[in-house]
């Protein structure tokens, strides 16, 4: 069935360095790939995603790249502010189906000042 | 600002009883989530529908749970009867259909089951 590893599960950083979160999916059908974050006690919002026919992408601090064929995407935030620190979820779907969204497991970062 | 309205909030009740969770999806989309968030499981797809047609519910146990569209406005789910496992924060997201795939969340009804 349809997975979505996440990895690691928590992360803490100093403020200024970089924090990287990896994923992989089982289902090679899938074709767009978003990442939320979540603060305490809020809603998922997404921040950035990634469709399958782009390597990688670029918003500010963030990116996100793709590899299809290992089956695999990261995220990667640069130069962390404490406002950073929340949990992160990549997530995996396909436009086939009605965008099935399935979400990893969640990354808990803390960036501390 | 157009936003996923989920009620209750929070809901405190006792094995057995039965509870029902209700969201009203942005204006316009069609196509509609239910999430359950645990510490240990993350975000787990309970159920979604597509112009008001449940698409999958695999991920629900079907002896407790059911989920409803009874109209493009209304969306529920229901446990019947609820366990103390049950206790999660359950979360509603919409989707415009052939949109960009963007989920927009509500804020979520925490679920305690004594």
């Known amino acids: 069935g349809e997975n979505v590893e996440q990895h690691p599960s928590t992360l803490s950083v100093q403020e200024g360095d970089s924090a990287v979160i990896k994923c992989t999916y089982s289902?090679?059908?899938?074709?767009?790939f978003p990442w939320y974050k979540q603060e305490l006690g809020k809603r998922p919002q997404l921040i950035i995603d990634?469709?399958?026919?782009?390597g990688e992408k670029k918003d500010q601090r963030i990116a996100v790249t793709l590899n299809k064929t290992a089956k695999h995407f990261s995220l990667h935030i640069t130069e962390t502010q404490p406002e950073d620190s929340a949990v992160y979820f990549c997530?995996?779907?396909?436009?086939?189906?009605?965008?099935?969204?399935?979400f990893g497991a969640g990354t808990r970062l803390f960036v501390k000042a | 600002d157009a936003r996923v309205t989920q009620t209750p909030r929070h809901k405190v009740t006792e094995m057995g009883q039965e509870v029902t969770m209700r969201c009203q999806p942005i204006?316009?989309?069609?196509?509609v989530f239910w999430y359950r968030q645990t510490m240990m499981q993350g975000l787990e797809l309970l159920a979604y529908?597509?112009?008001?047609?449940?698409?999958?519910d695999s991920g629900m146990p079907k002896d407790r749970f059911s989920a409803e569209m009874p109209d493009a406005t209304l969306a529920t789910l229901k446990i019947q009867p609820s366990e103390p496992r049950d206790s999660a924060v359950y979360f509603c997201?919409?989707?415009?259909?052939?949109?960009?795939?963007?989920?927009?969340f509500g804020e979520g009804s925490r679920l305690t089951v004594l």
């Open positions: 529908f597509r112009n008001r047609a449940p698409l999958d």
């Open positions: 204006l316009g989309h069609n196509t």
């Open positions: 289902d090679s059908a899938s074709n767009y």
């Open positions: 997201a919409s989707a415009l259909g052939g949109g960009t795939g963007e989920l927009f």
């Open positions: 997530a995996a779907s396909k436009s086939t189906g009605g965008f099935k969204t399935i």
């Open positions: 990634i469709r399958s026919n782009v």
